[in-house]
T-cell receptor, first 115, second 110 residues
C-alpha cells in the first residue's frame, strides 16, 4: 500500500534534548512538508522540500532542522532551541505538478510531549 | 502578509446544508484547497478550485471568487460523521509554500 508513515505516534522527551521525528513516503512524490499543529489551531509550515538535497524554511522554522538525502525520507529534528516543542507534528507529501497545486497526502502524525 | 480567515465554529443539524467560508489575503496563489480533519487524525483532501466557480464532488462543493478574495465549502445532506475540522489552504505562487487557515470546527447535531 502506498502512503506516508510517521513514527512514533507518541513521543516523550525531557527538556533540553534533541529529538528526531521520522517521515517516510512510498508515493514517489517530489515535495514533502512538515507542519506543526497546536490544540484547536491550524497547520503551520515548518519546512518544505521540493527535491532531494533541497529544502526551504516555512513560517516557524526556528528551533527545527531537516534533511532530504533520499526522495522518500524527510526527517525533522526538534532541537533544544525550540522554545515550546510540545505539539502534534504532521508530515505531508505531494506530486510536483509545476505551476498547478496538487493535493497533499498526510501521515498519521507524531504527538510530541516535552517536559 | 499572507493569511486565510475562517469562522472558528459552525453548528448544523443532520440532513441540513452548511457553508464554511474562507477569505484570504495573499499576493498570488495557484488555487484554493479544502481539507477535513477528524479529532486526532490526519487532514484529508476534499477539493480544489484552480479557477473561479463551483466544483462539485458528491455531497461536497467548493467555490472560489478571486475578485472577492473569497471561497467556501458547501456540505449537503449533513451526516454525523461530517463533524470534524475543515481547513482552507493555498499554495503560494513561485514555490511550494502552502498556507492553511486556522480551521472551522463543524458540529453536526441529531
Amino acid at each position: 500500500d502506498g502512503g506516508i508513515t510517521q513514527s512514533p505516534k507518541y513521543l516523550f522527551r525531557k527538556e533540553g534534548q534533541n529529538v528526531t521525528l521520522s517521515c517516510e513516503q512510498n508515493l514517489n512524490h517530489d515535495a514533502m512538508y512538515w507542519y506543526r499543529q497546536d490544540p484547536g489551531q491550524g497547520l503551520r509550515l515548518i519546512y518544505y522540500s521540493q527535491i532531494v538535497n533541497d529544502f526551504q524554511k516555512g513560517d516557524i522554522a526556528e528551533g527545527y532542522s531537516v534533511s532530504r538525502e533520499k526522495k522518500e525520507s524527510f526527517p525533522l529534528t526538534v532541537t533544544s532551541a525550540q522554545k515550546n516543542p510540545t505539539a502534534f507534528y504532521l508530515c505531508a507529501s505531494s506530486i510536483d505538478v509545476g505551476t498547478a497545486a496538487s493535493e497533499q497526502y498526510f501521515g498519521p502524525g507524531t504527538r510530541l510531549t516535552v517536559t | 502578509g499572507q493569511s486565510l480567515e475562517q469562522p472558528s465554529e459552525v453548528t448544523a443539524v443532520e440532513g441540513a446544508i452548511v457553508q464554511i467560508n474562507c477569505t484570504y489575503q495573499t499576493s498570488g496563489f495557484y488555487g484554493l484547497s479544502w481539507y477535513q480533519q477528524h479529532d486526532g487524525g490526519a487532514p484529508t483532501f476534499l477539493s480544489y478550485n484552480a479557477l473561479d466557480g463551483l466544483e462539485e464532488t458528491g455531497r461536497f462543493s467548493s467555490f472560489l471568487s478571486r475578485s472577492d478574495s473569497y471561497g467556501y465549502l458547501l456540505l449537503q445532506e449533513l451526516q454525523m460523521k461530517d463533524s470534524a475540522s475543515y481547513f482552507c489552504a493555498v499554495r503560494v505562487t513561485g514555490g511550494f509554500k502552502t498556507i492553511f487557515g486556522a480551521g472551522t470546527r463543524l458540529f453536526v447535531k441529531a
